[in-house]
């Protein structure tokens, strides 16, 4: 699931027009870097969902970026792993995490050596994080906040690998609320247009290409992005997603009060997260 944040209003124009103009290159690339973790086993409706990033260190392996307090909850029993473009779940995929800075939502996840490369085909690189500095949004950008949000697969029979696959994006134009009293990015998660969804998919969970709906509550994009892209430029031969794309934010919770999504910034765990991925 894909939802594309503006920076503010005043740029809403030019937004809307990246959007039509590469809006389904990126909402289709963004989806294709998702991992996702469940507890349970790939045979079991899962109770609990979470999302993360797969990045590619110097040295060949593949480290999840995601939220401490899904690592933290996947580390209390049997769980699983899969990615939105493969079928097969891995169980028991974390060998070990190290958790971010000091009070910050975020870690990296070690994965057990068979996992870690069968994901080397979707792992990205670290570059592709904003520096510390950048972590804004303005006029000639775009963002998306992406991951697995659980109420869109309450539906029985789980099939994992497939059922996460059938909403492949929910799109709605919206504002960045600066940050809040911890430095974390507000975005606001209210109502979306859907984009794309597979026929059987879309028959099962009653939704249709360009319905509006109400975004389902966000329990399970926690661990997942906050991309920012910026448009095309005159030197541009051809627009391509991970050359435009810069990593500013991992979403951990939710306001249901006001709808905002509270995404820890680049700000906060950037320069921490290139120390450790550049010694792993």
Request: charged letters at 20%; one cysteine or more.
């Amino acid at each position: 699931m894909t939802k594309r944040a503006a920076p503010d209003r005043d740029s809403a124009r030019d937004t809307d027009a990246l959007i039509r103009a590469h809006g389904k290159a990126a909402y289709a690339w963004v989806a294709s870097s998702l991992v996702y973790f469940f507890k349970g086993t790939p045979i079991t409706h899962p109770p609990w969902i979470a999302t993360a990033l797969p990045f590619r260190s110097p040295s060949g392996r593949v480290i999840l970026l995601t939220a401490l307090h899904c690592v933290d909850e996947i580390e209390k029993g049997p769980h699983a792993l899969g990615y939105a473009d493969g079928e097969p779940t891995y169980e028991d995929a974390l060998a070990s995490t190290i958790a971010g800075p000091e009070g910050v939502d975020v870690a990296l996840a070690l994965l057990r050596p068979g996992v870690d490369r069968a994901l080397l085909d979707v792992a990205l690189d670290p570059g592709l994080v904003a520096a510390s500095t950048d972590a804004g949004a303005a006029q000639n950008q775009y963002c998306i906040i992406a991951g697995f949000p659980y109420a869109i697969m309450k539906h029985e029979p789980f099939v994992p690998g497939i059922e996460l696959r059938r909403v492949r994006s929910i799109t709605h134009g919206t504002t960045i609320h600066g940050i809040d009293d911890r430095c974390r990015l507000r975005a606001d998660w209210n109502t979306a247009v859907v984009q794309d969804i597979e026929p059987e998919g879309g028959r099962q969970l009653g939704l249709s290409p360009g319905q509006r709906i109400e975004l389902p509550a966000p329990q399970g994009i926690s661990g997942g992005a906050l991309w920012r892209f910026t448009g095309q430029t005159p030197t541009d031969v051809l627009w391509v997603p991970q050359k435009r794309a810069h990593l500013i934010g991992i979403p951990t919770a939710f306001l249901p009060e006001s709808r905002i999504e509270l995404c820890e910034s680049v700000a906060v765990w950037g320069d921490w997260f290139r120390e450790k991925i550049a010694a792993l």
